[in-house]
């Protein structure tokens, strides 16, 4: 197994300028002090005498904090740096998992898998746990992009094992929330409130807001699913406090916060408030350049346009969330252009455009196992397609896959929340479903 940086450092001889600087650099991450921490490990590098793997390892450090900074391309030159100062295979290894974070963080997904792979194939053959749970979390965050979800837990669940026994707590605080969010994709919201929490165990023991302030959102966006709108209003309050507490970083997780806190007021019939809240998310997306969010809030801009009969707004923005669904490759947003497009030809009274795009929108969301999803769109479909048989099927298909969403609901009020809401009494009575069964 590799050995950590602070035995490494015990075994070289490194000036104390040198490594009081470098602690003094790791102090400042810890406290979310990107910016404050590059002088630091900008000084220890600034010793000639200092070793090569240390000054590796401070050159590391500061792509890091540049990648926490999106500051891509200065992250992107430290890490090779980092490689090129030092021959030591495990900080090849680490170099190069981190080189896969930048390339995911810029967009170049592909570039980031093959990073990912090289490193996961020398971090085994090191066996470098740390290296290996790194190249594995970056797979199984590449994975659940592409709607891979079975994938992406395999790789995930391989980065918790590594980071657990290592027990590194931040690492495992990291992988828990890629869980979490994979899980939620799958519509399997009690395994995702599980993740989520525990995450946030860990995070809050190690006072790390930014973090916090994400796992938040994430396990609102949870208790939104589940049409606890209540539970979700507050979490998502609590981290948009908490970011606007931060001094970096905000911009990249601000628009996520805005587009559920969106939601949940839609939800809730607050719809002005609401749709003021889609707006300002996208207009952030747009400018972090984050194709995901900008998909998400194009999506439910649509249907709360949709609610609000308000069809030739919705039409505009459902192209625009079919030029970015195209852009992501990925199933899952796919999924959510066709549904709105459906959503909106049924409002036009255009039932055979409706049906094509509805089951355009079920084969996509079957191939990301998407549960969350299915029941919707198989309830939709009840209504659009004429033939009563087949809408009599397909609202119990529906009324299925809530059923798989309720039955694992560990907490009582969480159960009682999403059984009692509109939609979902809908079709449960549509299919002569009895909720106190599940």
Not at 191 to 201: C, D, S, Y
Not at 363 to 382: C, I, N, P, V, Y
Not at 394 to 399: F, G, L, R, V
């Amino acid at each position: 197994m590799a050995q950590t940086t602070s035995s490494i450092f015990r075994t070289l001889s490194i000036p104390d300028a040198a490594l009081t600087a470098y602690h003094a650099g790791k102090a400042a991450m810890s406290r979310q002090r990107y910016r404050e921490a590059l002088p630091h490990f900008e000084k220890a590098l600034s010793s000639p005498d200092a070793a090569a793997i240390f000054r590796a390892r401070a050159q590391e450090q500061c792509g890091v904090c540049h990648l926490w900074l999106g500051n891509y391309e200065d992250a992107e030159a430290s890490f090779q740096a980092a490689r090129e100062i030092s021959d030591d295979e495990n900080q090849q290894a680490r170099a190069r998992a981190h080189l896969g974070d930048v390339a995911d963080s810029s967009g170049d997904h592909e570039k980031a898998r093959s990073l990912y792979t090289q490193a996961l194939k020398e971090g085994l053959a090191l066996n470098d746990l740390l290296v290996t749970g790194r190249a594995q979390r970056g797979l199984g965050i590449l994975n659940h992009r592409r709607g891979n979800t079975e994938q992406a837990l395999s790789h995930l669940t391989q980065a918790l094992v590594a980071f657990r026994q290592l027990g590194h707590a931040p690492e495992q605080a990291s992988v828990l929330s890629s869980i979490g969010r994979t899980r939620y994709a799958r519509g399997e919201y009690q395994q995702a409130i599980t993740a989520h929490k525990e995450a946030l165990r860990i995070l809050e023991a190690m006072a790390e807001r930014w973090r916090i302030v994400r796992s938040l959102n994430d396990l609102g966006e949870c208790y939104q699913a589940l049409y606890a709108m209540p539970d979700a209003l507050d979490a998502h309050q609590r981290a948009l406090q908490l970011a606007d507490e931060q001094l970096y970083g905000i911009a990249t997780i601000k628009p996520h916060i805005q587009r559920n806190l969106g939601v949940d007021l839609v939800e809730s019939g607050r719809y002005e408030v609401g749709l003021a809240y889609l707006k300002q998310s996208l207009i952030g997306a747009r400018s972090e350049g984050d194709r995901e969010q900008e998909a998400l809030g194009l999506y439910h801009l649509a249907r709360t346009y949709l609610r609000r009969e308000r069809g030739d707004e919705a039409e505009e923005v459902i192209s625009e969330l079919n030029a970015v669904a195209e852009q992501i490759d990925s199933d899952r947003y796919r999924a959510l252009a066709s549904f709105v497009q459906g959503e909106l030809a049924f409002a036009r009274n255009d039932a055979q455009t409706a049906v094509t795009a509805l089951n355009e929108a079920i084969l996509r969301a079957q191939s990301s196992l998407d549960r969350g999803m299915l029941w919707k769109l198989h309830a939709a479909m009840s209504h659009v397609v004429g033939d009563h048989a087949l809408a009599t099927v397909h609202a119990e298909i529906a009324a299925d896959f809530v059923r798989q969403t309720a039955e694992p609901l560990q907490d009582a009020h969480l159960k009682e929340s999403f059984l009692s809401a509109a939609p979902v009494v809908a079709v449960l009575q549509a299919a002569g479903a009895n909720p106190d069964t599940f």
